[in-house]
């Protein structure tokens, strides 16, 4: 499997926007890219997917550049409730489960 | 709907002591996993199934045992629980979206300390 590359943490203030960043330079032309975020205390929550062409959803975009090595996850204005552990993953498809790695621990600052 | 349900929440086990962790949904997923995470650890999947009498070993199987007799109920077994087994543990179901991919909604874990 292709691997991805987050800084292990990350800090922002309440009410600004928050660019994440992932890097993944062996993706595979089928790997889509994959975000999740575990806040304190609780079980993953599915964020964002995408492909190619940046993606909009109620709680991020995802931004993926053109030659796919990387990609950003943006909250466009963070509260105190998105301080989480951001993980980005890449997956070909099927239901086999994900692979995690340790991810982007977000601080927001009040 | 509830979503993905496990029980118990916290569980204390002697070494050698065997227990099973109960996992649920009421989405009417067909794929079913279980992860477990250490402390500081992204999760780790240790089995998943793709419906029901189908399962499969994820990348930490050893320890563990599954079946899935039903939709929805995934248990997994501890068979003989070891101290390296003090995790918290997390049951996932899933769906494919219409570009392929696979979509999990996670239950809210068991802890479990084994002695």
């Given at each position: 499997d292709a691997k991805t590359t987050q800084p292990n943490s990350m800090e922002s203030n309440e009410e600004e926007p928050v660019h994440l960043p992932c890097n993944h330079?062996?993706?595979?032309?089928t790997d889509y890219i994959h975000w999740y975020r575990q806040l304190p205390s609780q079980g993953p929550e599915y964020v964002i997917h995408g492909l190619t062409s940046n993606v909009n959803n109620r709680m991020a975009s995802l931004a993926i550049a053109e030659d796919r090595k990387s990609s950003t996850l943006i909250l466009h204005r963070a509260t105190l409730r998105d301080a989480a552990v951001y993980y980005c993953i890449l997956k070909i498809g099927g239901a086999d489960g994900l692979t995690f790695g340790k991810g982007t621990h977000l601080i927001i600052q009040p | 709907n509830a979503g993905v349900t496990q029980t118990p929440k916290f569980q204390v086990l002697k070494t050698g002591q065997s227990m099973t962790l109960q996992c649920a949904q009421?989405?009417?997923?067909?794929y079913m996993s279980w992860y477990r995470q250490d402390p500081g650890m992204g999760l780790r999947l240790i089995h998943y199934s793709v419906g029901a009498g189908i399962t499969d070993q994820g990348e930490v199987p050893n320890g563990y045992n599954v079946s899935r007799s039903t939709t929805e109920d995934f248990p997994l077994r501890l068979l003989s629980a070891a101290p390296s087994q003090t995790s918290v543990y997390f049951c996932a179901s899933s769906y494919i979206t219409t570009s392929g991919q696979e979509t999990q909604y996670f239950g809210p874990g068991t802890r479990l300390l084994v002695l």
């Open positions: 330079s062996t993706i595979s032309g | 009421d989405m009417n997923h067909e």
